[in-house]
Nanobody, 124 residues
Framework: VQLQASGGGLVQAGDSLSLSCVTS????????VGWFRQAPGKEREFVAG???????SYADSVKGRFTISRDKDKNTVHLQMNSLKPEDTAVYYC???????????????????WGQGTLVTVSS
């Protein structure tokens, strides 16, 4: 299983950016895909997740600004990020939990496969 994250870049505060995570390889019946981020000197944190039934979950810090969605035909999960803030600056990773059931995990250890990360920089 491979995950390829893309879409990062340098934007100004208040701008929008869309990240994509393409999954390939094995498919799983009940899975979840999560976005995490890690800022310099900080621990990796959960941002948003979506499962096989299209249920979603968001960190409080991004709720109302970020939207996660899934394109089933393209095996792609998108993270639309609006009203970006300097504190959103981080490397963003997508990850796949191959046996999530109805759960959308918020901890890194709940995910089995990880993409390489894409850098998002928000200037003030």
């Amino acid at each position: 299983v491979q995950l390829q994250a893309s879409g990062g870049g340098l934007v100004q505060a208040g701008d929008s950016l869309s990240l994509s995570c393409v999954t390939s390889g094995r498919t799983f019946r009940q899975f979840a895909v999560g976005w995490f981020r890690q800022a310099p000197g900080k621990e990796r944190e959960f941002v948003a997740g979506i499962n096989w039934s299209d249920s979603t979950s968001y960190a409080d810090s991004v709720k109302g600004r970020f939207t996660i969605s899934r394109d089933k035909d393209k095996n792609t999960v998108h993270l639309q990020m609006n009203s970006l803030k300097p504190e959103d600056t981080a490397v963003y990773y997508c990850a796949l939990d191959r046996t999530s059931g109805l759960r959308i995990g918020r901890r890194s250890y709940e995910y089995d496969y990880w993409g390489q990360g894409t850098l998002v920089t928000v200037s003030s």
